[in-house]
């Protein structure tokens, strides 16, 4: 019987609700960083949703839960629908053929600030920490977290010693693909 369900679960909640599957009692046994509120709204979901109910603990069961007034102990135990749906979940996501993961561009849009940073750093002689801070308005260390973040999109920037001056200067080194087109 295949049928379609709306709920999207999430990596966490797919990986528990597999693991209850596997459980002789069925029941769900919750991360260890799920705890208070999360976990409060991770189980209604479940229950909402006739994945899960909940009912009292019997010696062995884990324990999502106890009563404050009572002092009784509840458990999480999915229900045929939620065995169902687990067994019916493909087990890997396949991407679309025209869908391809897009890499970041290495080019910034025209009059953003990354785009003055990088026109900075295509000065020959470079440029300091201290200069792009100056012009930009930014601390110190937003401007090394910009520099960082220009190396993860791949951008190639090279520190190099003024002759007379203690701090570096940064200066865009251009890729080997851009020199051979130039």
């Given at each position: 019987m295949n049928f379609k369900?709306?709920?999207?679960?999430?990596?966490?909640?797919?990986?528990?609700?597999s693991v209850a599957v596997q459980r002789g009692d069925r029941c769900i046994?919750?991360?260890p960083g799920l705890r208070g509120s999360a976990a409060r709204v991770f189980a209604a979901k479940?229950?909402?949703?006739?994945?899960?109910?909940?009912?009292?603990?019997?010696d062995g069961l884990p324990v999502?839960?106890?009563?404050q007034d009572t002092s009784q102990e509840y458990s999480l135990k999915l229900t045929?629908?939620?065995?169902?749906?687990?067994?019916?979940?493909?087990?890997?996501?396949?991407?679309?053929?025209?869908?391809?993961?897009?890499p970041a561009s290495l080019s910034p849009r025209e009059s953003s600030k990354l785009s003055q940073v990088m026109l900075?750093?295509?000065q020959e002689s470079g440029v300091t920490?201290?200069?792009?801070s100056k012009a930009m308005g930014w601390l110190p260390h937003t401007t090394?977290?910009?520099?960082?973040?220009?190396?993860?999109?791949?951008?190639?920037?090279?520190r190099l010693t003024r002759e007379g001056e203690r701090s570096s200067s940064y200066r865009i080194e251009p890729s080997p693909e851009t020199r051979q087109a130039a």
């Open positions: 369900f709306n709920l999207k679960l999430t990596t966490t909640q797919r990986n528990m609700l046994e919750l991360s479940l229950i909402d949703a006739g994945l899960a109910r909940e009912m009292r603990t019997k999502w839960r106890r009563d045929a629908l939620g065995i169902r749906i687990v067994a019916e979940e493909p087990r890997s996501v396949e991407r679309p053929a025209n869908k391809s993961p897009r900075m750093l295509s920490v201290q200069e792009i090394r977290a910009t520099l960082t973040g220009l190396r993860k999109r791949g951008v190639h920037i090279i």
